[in-house]
């Protein structure tokens, strides 16, 4: 079964999470097919993606795939990571990708969405940050990307509580460009994309270029990278991480002990 779906419809690139039986986790498999159907869009000169997941589902992606995340003492969001991957895939492609979500988004997930250009979602829709509560220590691409779209206070409250923020404060903190119902969420993204059709396309790779590249240019310290990375590494081979990944595959509350 496609993990991924994807069809073109005039100018618009449309690709589907399809796993809802998993939740649309961002495993290997699925983040593989999700970049090959990114490259073949850029290839067929769409002028916009829309990233969706099925209609009427409960959950738009549930995030990391966590039976992947390693317990080896490897980094578990090293620059190769999936999630890594599709990130950047996102963020470089040369066209706006529009998310356009229904149900709830979690961990990674809200990262992949947030990377999006533009975003439209149902009044249900929920968002949520989970590192703390699997005991992940999240890398310092992806806290730079959270921290472009979303501001430090709600920032802070969504990863310290790891609870899911409805929509209305989303789109209050300006993360979200439109909530729509249900019924007119597809015609509203597609309409999106129609209305970019209409732009210059360099002019709109360009835009999309350099806000991006400008968004991400904070200068940091080789050394101040490694303390980072160094505060990591003791959280990924922390008892703490793997009492995480344990909680979540046992279907428990985890107990942290701090160690
Ligand atoms: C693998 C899954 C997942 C999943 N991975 O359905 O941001 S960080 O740092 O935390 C980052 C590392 C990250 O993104 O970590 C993942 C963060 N995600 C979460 O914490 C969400 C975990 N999932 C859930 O809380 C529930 O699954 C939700 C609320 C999303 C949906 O609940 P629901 O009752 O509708 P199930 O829990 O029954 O899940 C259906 C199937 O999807 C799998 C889950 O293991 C189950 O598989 P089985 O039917 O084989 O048991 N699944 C769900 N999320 N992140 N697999």
């Not at 589902?57 to 090293?78: F, I, Q």
């Not at 249900?182 to 002019?203: K, N, V, Y």
Request: aromatic share 6%.
């Amino acid at each position: 079964m496609a993990l991924v779906l994807k069809r073109i419809d005039g100018q618009t690139g449309i690709i589907t999470l399809n796993n809802d039986a998993k939740r649309n986790a961002l495993s290997r498999a699925l983040i593989e097919e999700l970049i090959a159907a990114l490259d073949e869009m850029t290839e067929r000169q769409v002028r916009s993606v829309i990233l969706r997941a099925q209609s009427g589902v409960k959950v738009w992606s549930a995030g990391h795939d966590a039976t992947e995340l390693p317990t080896s003492g490897r980094d578990p969001l090293g620059y190769d990571d999936p999630l890594r991957r599709a990130v950047r895939a996102i963020a470089t492609m040369p066209v706006p990708v529009i998310a356009m979500i229904e149900g709830t988004v979690w961990g990674g997930a809200c990262e992949l969405a947030l990377t999006c250009d533009l975003l439209v979602a149902t009044p249900e829709v929920t968002f949520a940050l989970t590192p703390a509560k699997l005991g992940v220590p999240y890398n310092t691409a992806g806290f730079l990307n959270l921290m472009n779209a979303i501001e430090p206070p709600l920032l802070k409250e969504m990863l310290f509580t790891a609870r899911p923020i409805p929509v209305e404060r989303i789109l209050y903190h300006g993360m979200i460009n439109q909530i729509v119902p249900g019924e007119d969420l597809e015609a509203t993204a597609l309409q999106l994309a129609a209305t970019i059709a209409e732009m210059s396309p360099m002019c709109i790779a360009l835009i999309k270029d350099e806000l991006g590249t400008l968004a991400a240019s904070r200068p940091l310290s080789a050394e101040t990278f490694e303390r980072l990375q160094g505060l990591r590494s003791r959280i990924y081979d922390s008892q703490d991480y793997r009492e995480g990944i344990r909680s979540f595959l046992e279907k428990r509350p985890p107990r942290f002990r701090g160690e």
